[in-house]
Protein backbone atom coordinates (compact mmCIF):
# COMPACT_ATOMS: atom_id res chain seq x y z
CA UNK A 1 0.00 0.00 0.00
CA UNK A 2 1.13 3.26 -1.38
CA UNK A 3 0.76 6.21 1.30
CA UNK A 4 -0.98 9.19 -0.07
CA UNK A 5 -0.03 12.52 -0.65
CA UNK A 6 -1.46 15.92 -1.22
CA UNK A 7 -0.24 18.09 -4.22
CA UNK A 8 0.77 21.52 -5.00
CA UNK A 9 -2.20 23.11 -6.58
CA UNK A 10 -1.37 25.73 -8.84
CA UNK A 11 -2.53 28.67 -9.33
CA UNK A 12 -3.14 31.16 -12.26
CA UNK A 13 -0.86 32.67 -14.16
CA UNK A 14 0.37 29.49 -13.81
CA UNK A 15 0.87 28.83 -17.56
CA UNK A 16 0.45 24.99 -17.14
CA UNK A 17 -3.05 26.01 -16.33
CA UNK A 18 -3.55 27.27 -20.26
CA UNK A 19 -2.17 24.09 -21.54
CA UNK A 20 -4.63 21.29 -23.11
CA UNK A 21 -3.39 17.83 -21.23
CA UNK A 22 -3.49 14.07 -23.06
CA UNK A 23 -5.72 11.68 -23.18
CA UNK A 24 -4.39 8.93 -21.03
CA UNK A 25 -3.89 5.58 -23.13
CA UNK A 26 -2.53 2.77 -20.01
CA UNK A 27 -4.49 2.57 -16.72
CA UNK A 28 -1.19 1.85 -14.96
CA UNK A 29 -0.66 1.61 -11.29
CA UNK A 30 1.29 5.11 -11.27
CA UNK A 31 -2.38 6.82 -13.18
CA UNK A 32 -4.06 5.31 -9.96
CA UNK A 33 -1.88 6.54 -7.38
CA UNK A 34 -2.18 9.92 -9.03
CA UNK A 35 -5.75 9.58 -8.75
CA UNK A 36 -5.61 8.59 -5.03
CA UNK A 37 -3.52 12.01 -4.79
CA UNK A 38 -5.84 14.10 -6.24
CA UNK A 39 -8.93 12.96 -4.12
CA UNK A 40 -6.32 13.52 -0.51
CA UNK A 41 -5.95 16.71 -2.47
CA UNK A 42 -9.52 17.78 -2.96
CA UNK A 43 -10.40 16.66 0.05
CA UNK A 44 -7.26 18.58 1.93
CA UNK A 45 -8.41 21.57 0.31
CA UNK A 46 -12.38 21.42 1.22
CA UNK A 47 -12.81 20.93 -2.85
CA UNK A 48 -15.81 19.11 -4.89
CA UNK A 49 -13.32 18.42 -7.87
CA UNK A 50 -10.14 18.34 -8.97
CA UNK A 51 -8.41 18.11 -12.34
CA UNK A 52 -4.76 16.92 -12.94
CA UNK A 53 -3.87 19.88 -15.17
CA UNK A 54 -4.40 21.56 -11.38
CA UNK A 55 -1.69 20.19 -9.69
CA UNK A 56 0.84 19.97 -12.95
CA UNK A 57 0.19 16.32 -14.30
CA UNK A 58 -0.33 16.11 -18.34
CA UNK A 59 -3.37 13.67 -18.06
CA UNK A 60 -7.07 13.67 -18.64
CA UNK A 61 -7.82 12.83 -14.61
CA UNK A 62 -10.54 14.29 -12.83
CA UNK A 63 -11.33 13.43 -9.40
CA UNK A 64 -15.42 14.77 -7.95
CA UNK A 65 -17.30 14.56 -4.65
CA UNK A 66 -19.86 16.38 -4.57
CA UNK A 67 -21.73 14.86 -1.33
CA UNK A 68 -22.41 16.95 1.42
CA UNK A 69 -24.62 16.36 5.10
CA UNK A 70 -27.13 14.61 3.66
CA UNK A 71 -25.93 13.11 0.48
CA UNK A 72 -23.54 9.95 1.85
CA UNK A 73 -20.09 10.10 0.13
CA UNK A 74 -19.17 9.20 -3.35
CA UNK A 75 -15.91 9.59 -4.84
CA UNK A 76 -15.42 9.61 -8.52
CA UNK A 77 -12.39 8.71 -10.09
CA UNK A 78 -12.81 9.29 -13.98
CA UNK A 79 -10.19 8.83 -16.68
CA UNK A 80 -10.63 10.80 -19.97
CA UNK A 81 -14.26 12.33 -19.28
CA UNK A 82 -16.28 14.03 -22.01
CA UNK A 83 -19.53 15.65 -22.48
CA UNK A 84 -21.41 13.34 -25.10
CA UNK A 85 -24.28 16.00 -25.12
CA UNK A 86 -25.54 19.17 -22.75
CA UNK A 87 -29.32 21.20 -23.06
CA UNK A 88 -30.10 24.27 -21.53
CA UNK A 89 -28.61 26.94 -19.95
CA UNK A 90 -27.85 27.62 -16.06
CA UNK A 91 -26.29 31.00 -14.79
CA UNK A 92 -24.36 29.86 -11.37
CA UNK A 93 -21.35 31.02 -9.09
CA UNK A 94 -18.57 29.88 -9.51
CA UNK A 95 -14.84 29.57 -7.34
CA UNK A 96 -11.95 27.67 -8.23
CA UNK A 97 -8.52 26.59 -5.70
CA UNK A 98 -6.75 27.91 -8.67
CA UNK A 99 -8.22 30.97 -8.69
CA UNK A 100 -8.02 32.00 -4.82
CA UNK A 101 -10.76 35.04 -3.72
CA UNK A 102 -12.55 35.16 -6.36
CA UNK A 103 -16.28 33.54 -7.23
CA UNK A 104 -18.65 35.12 -10.51
CA UNK A 105 -21.60 33.36 -12.29
CA UNK A 106 -20.68 31.75 -15.37
CA UNK A 107 -22.93 30.59 -17.43
CA UNK A 108 -23.00 26.15 -18.59
CA UNK A 109 -25.12 23.43 -19.76
CA UNK A 110 -28.39 23.26 -17.40
CA UNK A 111 -27.90 19.20 -17.98
CA UNK A 112 -24.80 17.15 -19.45
CA UNK A 113 -24.57 13.47 -20.56
CA UNK A 114 -20.74 13.01 -20.27
CA UNK A 115 -18.63 9.28 -20.21
CA UNK A 116 -15.48 8.69 -18.49
CA UNK A 117 -13.52 5.45 -17.98
CA UNK A 118 -13.41 4.16 -14.39
CA UNK A 119 -10.18 2.82 -12.08
CA UNK A 120 -11.21 -0.46 -13.99
CA UNK A 121 -11.06 0.57 -17.43
CA UNK A 122 -14.78 0.29 -17.53
CA UNK A 123 -16.70 3.19 -19.85
CA UNK A 124 -19.30 4.97 -17.26
CA UNK A 125 -22.12 6.98 -18.94
CA UNK A 126 -23.88 9.49 -16.95
CA UNK A 127 -26.49 12.08 -17.07
CA UNK A 128 -27.00 14.48 -14.35
CA UNK A 129 -28.76 18.16 -14.19
CA UNK A 130 -27.42 19.17 -10.76
CA UNK A 131 -24.46 20.16 -9.23
CA UNK A 132 -22.75 17.12 -10.85
CA UNK A 133 -23.15 18.39 -14.28
CA UNK A 134 -22.04 21.65 -13.61
CA UNK A 135 -18.82 20.11 -11.59
CA UNK A 136 -17.65 18.36 -14.16
CA UNK A 137 -17.96 21.26 -16.82
CA UNK A 138 -15.77 23.32 -14.96
CA UNK A 139 -13.14 20.37 -14.62
CA UNK A 140 -13.38 18.71 -17.91
CA UNK A 141 -12.36 22.77 -18.97
CA UNK A 142 -9.81 22.62 -16.93
CA UNK A 143 -8.46 19.61 -18.96
CA UNK A 144 -8.69 21.69 -22.21
CA UNK A 145 -6.94 24.59 -20.73
CA UNK A 146 -9.53 26.62 -19.16
CA UNK A 147 -10.52 28.57 -15.94
CA UNK A 148 -13.83 29.29 -15.18
CA UNK A 149 -12.82 33.48 -15.20
CA UNK A 150 -12.23 32.89 -19.13
CA UNK A 151 -15.61 32.36 -19.14
CA UNK A 152 -16.43 35.77 -18.16
CA UNK A 153 -16.85 39.31 -20.29
CA UNK A 154 -13.17 40.42 -21.32
CA UNK A 155 -13.58 42.95 -19.12
CA UNK A 156 -14.08 40.95 -15.92
CA UNK A 157 -11.55 38.73 -17.38
CA UNK A 158 -8.73 41.37 -17.62
CA UNK A 159 -9.28 42.94 -13.93
CA UNK A 160 -9.33 39.13 -12.57
CA UNK A 161 -6.13 38.03 -14.40
CA UNK A 162 -4.31 41.34 -13.29
CA UNK A 163 -5.67 41.09 -9.96
CA UNK A 164 -4.41 36.87 -9.72
CA UNK A 165 -0.79 38.14 -11.40
CA UNK A 166 -0.73 40.72 -8.68
CA UNK A 167 -1.16 37.99 -5.70
CA UNK A 168 1.37 35.67 -7.59
CA UNK A 169 4.14 38.22 -7.56
CA UNK A 170 3.07 39.71 -4.08
CA UNK A 171 3.68 35.42 -2.89
CA UNK A 172 7.25 34.70 -5.02
CA UNK A 173 8.27 38.23 -3.29
CA UNK A 174 7.51 36.98 0.07
CA UNK A 175 9.29 33.63 -0.71
CA UNK A 176 12.43 35.75 -1.34
CA UNK A 177 12.97 37.33 1.99
ZN1 LIG B 1 -11.31 24.78 -10.92
Redesign the pocket.
Known sequence: MSVMAVLNILKVPDPFLKKKVKKVQDITPEVLKILDDMAETMYYSNGV?L?AS?VGIDMRLVTIDISNEERKSELLKMINPEIMEGGGELVMEEG????PGIRDEVKRFKSVKFRYLDTDGVERVIDDDGLLARVIQ??ID?LDGI??IDRLSPLKKAIYYRRLKKEAKKRRDELKM
Open positions: GAQCLSVHEHVF
